[in-house]
């Protein structure tokens, strides 16, 4: 179940990034807007976000539909764009986090699927996993 909620929470934060408002994804959208800004993309040395009038902006070289490239302009140019999008920049930041959290609880699932499905072929598990719960519990602060 864990997989499957990541899969769908990330499925909705991607539908969403591909209709943010003043996101475009193709040059022709931009006919009639004027250039107000170019931002460089950390770590996407090729890539730039071009702020547009009206809250418009565009990943460049070339109009990208990858949701990760949509992603880093919008985070580049969110200092430009929060004041105009402000509802969409949080709609954004809610489904973030629930597609984190899905990515952590299925991240679990798929720990504990592994210990349970290998414990019959590795015996020497279980008390592997007890000396560990034993060694984190005496690093704790809180354990007496």
Do not use: C
Request: a negative charge; glycine letters at 4%; proline letters at 5%.
């Amino acid at each position: 179940m864990g997989n499957e909620a990541k899969w769908n929470a990330n499925l909705q934060k991607v539908a969403y990034l591909q209709t943010f408002p003043g996101w475009l994804s193709a040059w022709k959208q931009s006919i009639g807007s004027t250039i107000e800004d170019v931002l460089p993309i950390s770590k996407q040395d090729a890539h730039t976000v071009v702020l547009l009038s009206q809250g418009k902006f565009i990943v460049t070289p070339q109009a990208h539909n990858e949701p990760q490239m949509i992603t880093a302009g919008l985070l580049a140019a969110r200092p430009h764009l929060e004041a105009t999008h402000a509802e969409a920049f949080q709609e954004y930041d809610r489904l973030t986090q629930i597609d984190k959290e899905a990515g952590r609880t299925a991240r679990l699932e798929n720990i504990l699927n592994a210990i349970d499905n290998n414990l019959e072929q590795i015996p020497e598990l279980k008390s592997h996993i007890r000396q560990l719960v034993k060694q984190w519990d005496n690093e704790s602060p809180h354990s007496s």
